[in-house]
């Protein structure tokens, strides 16, 4: 299996590799858009400021590809946030494949939320074996609003979205490759997820 961890200069892309290597698969890291395009299954990673790394994707023309792609794709963190149509951070257009807004938390709250929170409303074959209300690691400000593309959601202020998913696109908020066994489980459902969704 060939597996692209999509290189934007967004990414914490050395945990996601060694989560992967873990499980026998050498993901391979590229902007390379034929070798992403070629990939059995796509990691689109993000870490950092949504609009400083919307414009690196504009930069290198990923974002015009990224919404083509036909593969299993799955978005980590701000990978997800920049799937959806908007996000509050930067005022940033994001790439409209979740039909779906990302909000700032209130000051009411602690921000970021940073550990480790649950997740319920499981609804996709991404969480086969993983039980409601299993713990996950979170780290982020901005979440997105709870929709019809909702396949998980977690408590923090309000009730949210904690992961999307439309046709062959899937986002978790949450860091599967920093969340023990159960994150590496999903890890793993992702690579067993049908290539034609």
Not at 53 to 82: F, H, N, R, W, Y
Not at 101 to 124: C, D, E, H, Y
Not at 156 to 177: C, M, R, T, W
Request: one cysteine or more.
């Amino acid at each position: 299996m060939k597996l692209v961890i999509i290189d934007y200069g967004a990414g914490n892309i050395k945990s996601i590799q060694f989560a992967f290597k873990r499980l026998g698969i050498n993901a391979v890291l590229s902007n390379n858009i034929d070798e992403i395009k070629a990939a059995d299954k796509i990691i689109f990673p993000g870490v950092g400021e949504a609009s400083s790394a919307m414009k690196m994707l504009q930069e290198s023309g990923l974002d015009k590809i990224i919404p083509t792609l036909k593969q299993p794709v799955l978005g980590i963190c701000l990978g997800m946030q920049l799937m959806c149509n908007s996000s509050e951070e930067g005022t940033t257009k994001g790439l409209g494949i979740f039909n779906v807004n990302v909000k700032r938390f209130s000051n009411a709250v602690k921000v970021p939320q940073m550990g480790w929170n649950t997740i319920s409303n499981l609804k996709s074959d991404l969480f086969t074996g993983i039980k409601e209300k299993e713990f996950m690691y979170l780290v982020h400000s901005f979440y997105a609003e709870n929709c019809k593309e909702s396949i998980a959601k977690t408590a923090y202020e309000i009730e949210y979205a904690s992961a999307l998913q439309k046709d062959n696109f899937y986002g978790v908020q949450f860091h599967p490759e920093k969340s023990g066994i159960e994150g590496e489980k999903i890890l793993k459902n992702f690579l067993e997820l049908k290539t034609n969704n």
